[in-house]
């Protein structure tokens, strides 16, 4: 195979579990790098946990990786909590936080309106609560897609289950923008488990491994589950993509070319350095891209980790305030007065941190009651 298409680059070898595909990717034989897209500009990404910057399409992007001790009676840190700021702990003291939680790290109840959340967890168990009446149990590679449109309260809480070992903890959060249209659109959230999430295992020429995580956006046959029907990412043509890449030391993956109006930007956050096209772009950075063009990345002395964002810009105002995204500034300071009238639905839960009790298990209640697991 001379070079790699959309189509004939990956294969499904497995339907059990989480999807998983293989194929091959080759380096350009009847290519040069003219073929193949640049990176426009780099941007330093913060350290800690604070939120990564984004472009249209995208809003917000905040990755959290804490190392939890082993969990109490209550679901909280088997340790002292003294010399932290409970309430509003993002220090990282011995390499994990408490965020808003009091007994419990996570974030209890808060509102939403205007946009959508992608809650990723790679690692560990999250419990969810939200106004509607819905719980969700979710982890271990699952994705929570909300829509928060017109309004919701949630939250979202991190317990510590296992109280004999550690309680390692990661999750990728995105903002994804409604288009004026729909930022009142009826709020709704979908579980994405992760055995119906695919996975491609892509081999180079040299044998080395890269793996492709899709949660929005097509890759040759490979397609991820449909997201909410109001999403801007649920319409083809605005190509949103929202893929995690893990590549072996030394291995070489070319991503598909878009529409050139599509934003592309690839988060650079573990590794040493990769080289895509011509440039050579350390860890730590976001990379921009410079046109449509397929990408060749190659990835250097260093397992590397990336996530990449794309997506057809909204390219309308947009106005933030804390958990509201709007386009008007009136529109800000009418959803403030609506959540303070009406708590978006109220709060039907007894704590403003619900856990939902012992058992591992990953479950989803809808909000009719309706309750549906992986399987």
């Known amino acids: 195979m001379d070079q790699m298409t959309r189509r004939d680059a990956v294969r499904i070898i497995a339907s059990t579990g989480a999807l998983l595909y293989s194929g091959c990717v080759v ?17 330093p990404l913060p350290g800690g946990v604070q939120p990564w910057p984004t472009r249209d399409p995208f809003l917000f992007c905040v990755h959290h990786q804490d190392n939890y001790p082993a969990g109490n009676s209550d679901f909280g840190p088997q340790v002292s909590l003294a010399g932290r700021e409970i309430g509003r702990d993002f220090a990282g003291i011995d390499g ?36 509607m009446g819905a719980a969700a149990r ?4 699952d994705v929570q897609w909300l829509t928060a449109g017109s309004g919701i309260q949630h939250s979202e809480m991190f317990p510590l289950l296992r109280p004999d070992r550690s309680n390692p ?13 729909d930022k009142f659109a009826v709020p709704y959230f979908s579980m994405l488990w992760n055995e119906t999430i695919p996975r491609l295992k892509l081999v180079d020429e040299k044998g080395k491994l890269s793996e492709i995580t899709l949660i929005s956006g097509a890759y040759g046959e ?29 291995a070489t993956v070319i991503l598909p070319a878009v529409h050139a109006e599509i934003s592309r930007s690839l988060y650079f956050f573990e590794g040493a350095t990769i080289k895509v096209g011509n440039r050579t772009c350390p860890s730590g950075h976001r990379l921009d891209m410079a046109d449509g063009r397929p990408l060749l990345i190659e990835n250097n002395s260093a397992p590397a980790q990336l ?49 939902h009790g012992p058992q591992p298990q990953r479950f989803a209640r809808l909000p009719d009651g309706q309750v549906i697991k992986p399987t």
């Open 96 to 131: 994990w936080r408490m965020y808003h939680g009091h007994k419990v790290p996570g974030f209890p109840s808060h509102p939403h309106r205007g946009f959508e959340t992608v809650t990723v967890v790679r690692e560990g168990l999250l419990d969810h609560a939200d106004s």
């Open 169 to 181: 903890f990661e999750l990728f959060q995105i903002w994804l923008n409604l288009p004026a249209k």
């Open 27 to 43: 380096g350009p034989k009847n290519k040069t790098l003219q073929d193949y897209g640049g990176v426009a500009s780099l941007v």
């Open 307 to 355: 996530l990449f964002l794309g997506g057809r810009p909204i390219n309308e105002s947009v106005v933030k305030h804390g958990p509201f995204v709007m386009n008007q500034k009136e529109e800000i300071q009418k959803a403030i007065s609506d959540y303070r009238q009406t708590h978006f639905g109220g709060w039907p839960w007894p704590s403003p941190a619900p856990i």
């Open 138 to 141: 979710y982890g271990q590679g």
């Open 222 to 250: 490979a397609r991820p589950p449909q997201p909410p029907a109001n999403s801007w990412a649920a319409k083809e043509e605005n190509e949103v993509a929202i893929w995690s890449l893990r590549m072996e030391a030394g």
